[in-house]
Every structure is written in C-alpha cells, then in structure tokens.
C-alpha cells in the first residue's frame, strides 16, 4: 500500500493514476481543499482517507509501505498570501508526517519540494545550479520547502529513507487542472485572446518538468535501492528555458490548432529565475524526463478543445484565487448562518 498525501491536487491526481497503472494499492489522504472531483475516474480503485496533514493520524499509516508527500499550499502568491499558513502546512506538516512514518516503520518517504528555493531573482549571476549550490531562499514558499528539507535529512538514518524532490515549474495535463503555472497560462491566453504576454521580456529562466514525469520520477524513488535515494536531493526537470522561448515552442507546437501572437512586456524588473542541473537524478536512480514542452501543450490543447475545463476563468483552477473565494464565502456563511 502506498499513501499519497495531497492525492487529489495537481500532481497528486497524476501520481494515483500513475501507481493504478503499475499496480499499487493507493490510498489517498487530502483535505479536499479544491473538492474530491479528481479522484472520480478512479475513486473505486482506492481508498480514499479524508483528513489535514495538520492533525496528521498515524493509523492512516496501517499497511502502508511508502508515502508520497506531495500536500502543501502551493506556489508562490499562495503561500505570500498566508506565510503562517505556509510554514505550518509545508514545514512543520511534513515533519509531523515524517515522524509518523518513522515511527510506525515506514521506511520510504519521497517529498515534494521545489527548485525554487535556488531563486535568487532576475538581476541575479546567471549560473547553472545543482542540488549542493548554496541555497538562501527568501519567498515564503521556498523558505517553507528548504527547512522542510532540512528537517528530513536529520531525521535520516538506517530506517528511514526520506528523498526530496526539487521539482522545475511543473506543466500538463490533470483532472485537477491548473492556469497558474506557465505553460498552462499559455493554454488559457491562447484560447481566450490568442495572445500570450511574457514579463520582465521574457528573460527569465525556469527549469521545467511534465506534471507526468513528475509523479513517475516519484516511482522511480520508490523502487530505487534504499542507498540511492536514503537522505538524497535530487532536482527533477526535463530542460531549462527562458520564457521567451517558451512562448515560442509552444506556438510552434499549436501551428496546426490556432494562430498564437506573443507580446514581450518590458516594464518589470523582478521576477524568478534560475536554471537547475537534474544530472545527479540521471546517475543517482537512472531517471530521466521525456515529455517535450511542445507535446504536453498539444495535448493540453486538444484536452481543452474535447470541453474538458474550458471554463478558463472558473476560480478552482487557480489556487490563490480558490482560497481568496473560499475565505470570502467563509465569511459571509458566518455573516448571514444557515442557508436555509
């Protein structure tokens, strides 16, 4: 049995369907903070606990032989919008989760952190970073990882195996579809406006991964030998690209769909941007991501056009946004008792 925390997110949905595939047991743990509606293509073939990372139970830990920790408020605007809530969730969540599965035997334990905690902004070196770069993150979010991280590797010993994983900018397809994340943005500007506007002109770099090369590079932790991922960091990404050249493969790669226009906004001058080594992922488990930038956006183009979360601007699909309505609602439910 497998514990996917975070199992109905962006990823998390991946990843279940991933595991189905190869013929694990599943089971999902998620607060269902963006609904359950995920897990509806494969919710007979798991099971599923409903639950906050927060007030983590050991006993969802029963049977369990690995776990995927993938829950987390994410990205950046979601975790500035409440670092409290960023720290408590991505931090010390995760070492609570962590010492469970310790303590209930559970050696295997691969962590969703991020390659943005080697951001040091765009009038930064431009210099190719690798997993033992010296690391300062600031923004709330990376903060939150790296001291997550930190925590595992402490934790480390003969018995439990904790492996982190610094995804790039992660893109693609999911049941639990996001357009906060900048291939996907591209998707919903081109079928909106058929133009899409890249910042700062374009010049930042971004290391990125497939959400499905993500959630398989997880398996791949899982069934590697203990030595090659116990205490191990390791950076996940198919290439790194600057924005600019994003905007243009992706075009590209729609030629036989739409007609796509590109505008470089010149105005900003702050922005993230780094660019990541993924060799040691490569030598350390022998894994490596396939999924081009121009096939998943295809892909997602082609999603989009069969009706699938086409209502681009419907609040669920970006995560700064849900919780912005959420704590609205919350409030007003407050405000005014019961609906009926």
Partial sequence: ????????????????????????????????????????????QVEVVEGDICAFDD???????????????????TAEFNPEASRKINTEATRTVAEACKGKGVSRFVFASSCSVYDRGLMAEDVLQDEDSLLEPRAAYATSKFEAERILLDMCDDRFHPVSLRQGTVYGW???????????????????????????????????????????CYLACLE??????????????????????????????????????????????????????????????????????????LNMARQVMDGHCADFENPKYYNIRWLETLIEMDAHLKRIGSIF
Wanted: glycine content about 8%; overall charge neutral; proline content about 3%.
């Fill in 1 to 44: 049995m497998i514990l996917v925390t975070g199992g109905a997110g962006y990823i998390g949905a991946v990843t279940v369907q991933e595991l189905l595939n190869r013929g694990f047991a599943v089971r999902v743990f998620d607060k269902f903070l963006y609904g359950d509606y995920p897990l509806e293509s494969f919710r007979n």
């Fill in 174 to 216: 999911s049941p639990r579809m996001r357009y906060d994340l900048v291939v996907n943005t591209f998707i919903k500007s081109a079928f909106q406006t058929g133009e899409l506007t890249v910042h700062c002109g374009g010049e930042m770099w971004r290391p990125m991964v497939d959400v499905t090369d993500a959630a398989k």
């Fill in 224 to 297: 590697a030998e203990p030595a090659a991922v116990a205490g191990k960091i390791y950076n996940v990404a198919y290439r790194n690209y600057r924005v600019l050249e994003l905007a243009h493969r992706f075009r590209k790669a729609l030629e036989g769909i739409m007609s796509v226009d590109i505008q470089a906004e010149y105005g900003s001058q702050t922005g993230r941007s780094y660019r990541v080594s993924s060799r040691n992922l490569e030598t350390g488990i022998g894994f490596k991501c396939s999924m081009s930038v121009e096939e998943s956006a």
């Fill in 59 to 77: 006993n969802v830990l029963e049977d369990v032989r690995g776990v995927l920790h993938l829950a987390a408020l994410s990205n950046d605007p």
